[in-house]
């Protein structure tokens, strides 16, 4: 039996999915939460550690005693256990010296990154040093590419998808589930008036859209009770100022759970969905308000958008989907 072994927060949405899919394609798997190691099996190679890492300490604003004890730890596994695969996402303590002592261990090494990654030198060691590093962008992907970056593999984000499609029956108008920014608030603030509901960090209860708040931040699971019982759930995209294709981890959430997906146009969307027939998508102001109003008042056009979007994420967007697809790449 293969063994992977994670390195995934005990808090990311993408633990248990990753812990089950898996588990589903007869991996035998292990996590370790690297932002909440085990500190007394940790302290255990902790003085062993080789002076370069133990550099840390002086060279890095993260907090250094966290960084040097999650690297031990991963270490200290990974010979233990001897697995074959090593995956985390994101990783941003995990260190170079780490990610390449693993692979001297005959391990292969992979980085699934589910944010934006500035370009610098650092971070071009950073990407070279892993087997893989998948990232959600096609166009970045492409970049990378033309850059030398071969290792560079584009994977979309993707879900579990409920296995039943949402009721009929809704309960709000409007949600956005997203920590607060100035451009998500100014994005969505012309439906306000629409009966939109706002769940994300304490920073909304500051904003012009105050009274649409209700509070969070909230689970996984709590965020797919909302969009299961919402008509129309936005997505606006974190990135504005920065050229990006790539759609973010929420459409996934939104399509998967049977919800109605209403977001701001990427060029992605259109490879992914087929827009106006499993999801939906505005490009300014006006498009927005038009749509917005033309669903709530539609239920038969957008619950029918809604199932084509849910059956597409079950076919084509799933976890397994794309690990089978990492996989392949990995030849393994």
């Not at 939104?254 to 490009?283: C, H, Q, W």
């Not at 308000?289 to 539609?298: D, R």
């Amino acid at each position: 039996m293969k063994k992977i072994l994670l390195a995934i927060p005990g808090d990311s949405s993408f633990l248990k999915p990753s812990l089950l899919t898996f588990k589903q394609l007869g991996w035998e798997v292990r996590n370790i939460d690297y932002r909440k190691t085990d500190i007394v099996a940790a302290a255990k190679n902790y003085f062993r550690l080789p002076k370069r890492i133990t550099d840390e300490l002086t060279c890095h604003d993260r907090p250094s005693i966290k960084r040097v004890i999650a690297n031990s730890e991963i270490l200290r596994v990974a010979k233990s256990w001897k697995p074959d695969l090593f995956m985390t996402f994101k990783g941003e303590i995990i260190l170079l010296d780490t990610v390449l002592r693993l692979k001297k261990l005959g391990i292969l090494a992979v980085n699934w990154y589910p944010d934006h990654l500035p370009n610098s030198g650092k971070n071009s060691d950073f990407i070279k040093a892993y087997d893989c590093f998948v990232y959600w962008d096609a166009w970045r992907t492409k970049i990378y590419h033309k850059n030398g970056f071969r290792n560079v593999l584009y994977l979309p984000f993707c879900t579990m998808p409920e296995q039943k499609a949402a009721p009929n029956n809704k309960r709000y108008n409007i949600n956005f589930i997203a920590n607060w920014q100035a451009h998500r608030e100014a994005k969505i603030a012309p439906v306000a008036k629409y009966g939109l509901k706002i769940w994300g960090g304490k920073q909304w209860r500051n904003s012009t859209l105050s009274k649409c708040y209700q509070g969070g931040p909230i689970t996984v699971e709590e965020m797919i009770k909302i969009i299961r019982v919402t008509k129309i759930n936005l997505n606006v995209h974190v990135v504005e100022n920065i050229y990006s294709e790539g759609t973010n981890v929420r459409t996934f959430e939104v399509t998967g759970a049977g919800g109605f997906l209403l977001a701001n146009k990427r060029k992605s969307l259109y490879n992914l969905f087929d827009p106006g027939k499993e999801i939906e998508v505005f490009e300014n102001s006006k498009e927005l308000i038009e749509k917005t109003k033309f669903y709530l008042k539609n239920d038969f056009a957008r619950e029918k958008i809604a199932g084509a979007g849910w059956r597409r994420t079950k076919m084509d967007h799933t976890y397994l989907k794309r690990f089978q697809a990492l996989l392949k790449y990995l030849n393994i």
